[in-house]
């Protein structure tokens, strides 16, 4: 990764794509408001999950248990376990941002996939840390006001996938990799962690096939090292 400064082309190139991304995940958080409410919590209780633990995956099962009759401490470890892949995403960007107190702090609160994705594949340090924060904080900012609405709204908007926005942070998230795959050994991974994903579905509690499928990613890359490197 070079320090090489961006130019005004690139700049506007990354804050276009990140702010799209940050859109098109923060609108799903209409999805979570609703459900949250329809599952039993409070509008405030709604909203302070999403600002607090702001992470989607998590935020769903624990509401999801709780909807399921579950105690909220078995609500919370799965949030938590699935919440896990976060601080991997942390060990994998502390080197590339390289940030130290407060910043770094802040940073932390944001570490998530997308905006992971779109530190990653940048080839400087600057791209990386502009994609990551644009990302992180526009996703943010959009799914908590996206969670404010939804729980307001609350059973008035239905069942929240009919407008397809669950396909749209899937696909902007493949977009997102899309780029790294067209490394030959990216491609065997993302085989290899979709099969495990795949196979481990009918076995494994919720959640658990997504960190099956990034052990796969993390094992190859400590065992091998990064093309070009």
Request: hydrophobic share 55%.
């Amino acid at each position: 990764m070079t320090d090489a400064p961006l130019d005004p082309r690139e700049r506007s190139s990354i804050i276009r794509d990140s702010l799209g991304v940050g859109l098109a995940t923060g609108a799903y958080g209409v999805s979570f408001g609703a459900v949250s409410v329809a599952s039993g919590l409070t509008v405030a209780q709604t909203c302070a999950l999403s600002l607090l633990v702001f992470t989607g995956a998590s935020q769903f099962a624990l509401v999801g248990v709780v909807a399921a009759g579950g105690a909220p401490l078995s609500g919370a470890m799965t949030a938590l376990l699935l919440g896990t892949r976060n601080t991997l995403y942390g060990l994998r960007l502390a080197p590339t941002l390289a940030w130290r107190g407060l910043r770094r702090a802040l940073a932390a609160h944001v570490v998530i996939d997308e905006s992971t994705a779109m530190s990653i594949t940048r080839e400087s340090q600057e791209a990386a840390r502009l994609g990551f924060l644009v990302t992180g904080w526009s996703v943010f900012v959009l799914w908590n006001a996206a969670t404010l609405a939804g729980a307001l709204a609350g059973n008035a908007l239905g069942d929240p996938r009919r407008y397809g926005l669950d396909a749209a942070v899937g696909a902007a998230f493949l977009a997102l990799l899309w780029p790294r795959l067209r490394q030959p050994r990216n491609r065997w991974v993302a085989v290899a962690a979709a099969a495990v994903a795949l196979l481990t579905v009918p076995f494994v509690p919720a959640g658990m096939p997504v960190l099956a499928a990034a052990g796969v990613a993390l094992l190859v890359g400590a065992l091998t090292p990064e093309p070009g490197s």
